[in-house]
């Protein structure tokens, strides 16, 4: 039994727990995998386009040449010059045909790019995941694809959007649904240094926002991976100060016999004590 942490603190304390965005922010992996040793895709005098921008890599590096096909969406280029269309097309038909349509195609190229995500293969992830996108706009894996290179990239603010963006297409992946949802707080996090603390409205805003994508992906999720989303959700809960939920998931993780970070768990204690359960 708790007791419910009064939501009006939460302004006061948000700035700290966004401290546990920057430093501890697990990486959305659908399952875990095995660190690449694979060499980076770019030097590292150079910040990669997906930890930056474009715009901005190219004021750092104003020679820097970016392909369109390693942009979310192609970069949002003009695709209407006739050779590309007509490139377009033929991939269109061909993929169409051999898996039964465009949106189960897009659904295979999602799944390669997000299998060269977990490699660390960033620009293979992105022309796939490119690639899923020019078959089926609408495909919410896409999107989640790039929310996790930019994650990757600690580029919050643009891996939030696209996260926002897999939920709003219909994100039902429980996994990568509690992936999207804990990016949506992380993008928050990394407004304050720019925007200030968010106000009490908009705290409470997100946590509303939040709750029901958690509960459904609980509901939803196979017993291998409801430790993994029970876990996303108590983070993401200490991070937007939704104490009295973090205080729950936290029971519901030692019941499962999974490990409360104890990072997480000492901010939990510090601005929600145990006798204020």
């Known amino acids: 039994m708790k007791l419910t942490q ?11 727990t966004v401290v546990l965005l920057a430093a501890a922010c697990a990486s959305p992996a659908p399952a875990p995998a095995a660190a690449s040793a694979a060499a980076p895709d770019h030097d590292s005098a150079v ?22 096909n390693i942009l979310p969406m192609y970069g949002q280029t003009d695709r209407s010059q ?14 169409s045909a051999a898996f039964g349509g465009r949106e189960s195609a897009s659904e295979v190229y999602a799944q390669k790019g997000l299998k060269f995500y977990l490699e660390d293969q960033y620009e293979m992830a992105m022309k796939r995941l490119n690639q899923a996108w020019l078959l089926d706009e609408t495909n919410p894996d896409v999107f989640y694809g790039f929310a996790c290179v930019y994650q990757d990239h600690q580029n919050y603010l643009e891996a939030g959007d696209f996260a926002a963006t897999s939920i709003e ?31 009490q409205a908009e705290i409470v805003r997100i946590q509303d926002q939040l709750r029901p994508l958690f509960a459904r992906a609980l509901a939803t999720a196979a017993p291998s991976d409801r430790g993994y989303v029970q876990l996303q959700a ?9 104490y009295e939920e973090a205080w729950r998931s936290a029971d519901a993780l030692e019941g499962m016999g999974e490990k409360v970070p104890d990072t997480y768990r000492a ?3 510090k601005h929600s004590p145990s006798g204020q359960r």
Do not use: Y
């Not at 006739?82 to 377009?88: G, H, K, P, Q």
């Not at 297409?169 to 240094?193: K, N, S, T």
């Not at 108590?234 to 939704?242: G, H, I, L, P």
């Open 234 to 242: 108590f983070k993401t809960q200490v991070n937007v100060a939704d």
């Open 169 to 199: 297409l219909g994100q039902e992946h429980p996994v990568r649904m509690a992936d999207c949802a804990f990016l949506i707080a992380a993008q928050a996090g990394a407004r304050v240094p720019t925007e200030g603390v968010p106000s």
């Open 6 to 16: 009064p939501r009006g603190l939460a302004a006061a304390i948000f700035l700290t």
């Open 267 to 269: 901010t939990l204690e």
């Open 47 to 68: 910040p990669p386009v997906w930890a930056v921008g474009a715009d901005r890599l190219l004021e750092l590096d104003p020679d820097a040449k970016i392909p369109t």
């Open 82 to 95: 006739w050779l590309v269309s007509a490139a377009d097309k033929q991939f269109i038909a061909q993929t």
